[in-house]
């Protein structure tokens, strides 16, 4: 039995899902049940999916630069579906590279603003996001 419902994907016009290819492979080696959407999904095609799979979270990946844009106003959306609790989580370039550098602590922020539980450069392990996705769901090892 799996330990939690994950949803994953790369999330808006971005087609880079290496990444989210890989934290699937791992979360499913953890023991989650991952439903892995692939690369140049819409907001809804994540919602939709969360609740099709009565998902503990949603995993956004973004690669390209764009994830503030693509990513604002998603948690309204799990809202308007009943989905208000779920956690969300974004990870890879999700501004620009400069940005990255120079202002992670304000885009860490604006992620928080936009609802999501964590927000991740790219340079974070599948071990970082496993152990935080116990942490948040209350799993035991």
Known sequence: MPIGNIVIGTIGADAHMI???VLQKAL??????????????????FVNAAIET???????????????IDCEGLREKCIEAGLGDILLYAGGNVAASLEL???????????RDMGFNRVYRNTVTVA???????????IQD
Do not use: C, H
């Open 19 to 21: 990444g989210a290819w």
């Open 28 to 45: 499913t080696d953890a023991d989650f049940a991952v439903t892995f959407l692939g690369a140049i999904v819409p907001q809804e095609e």
């Open 54 to 68: 009565n998902a503990d979270a949603i995993l956004v990946s973004s690669m390209y630069g764009m994830g503030i």
């Open 101 to 111: 550098d120079r202002n992670w602590p304000e885009i860490e922020q604006r992620f």
């Open 128 to 138: 970082e996001v496993i152990a935080a996705l116990k942490a948040d769901l209350r």
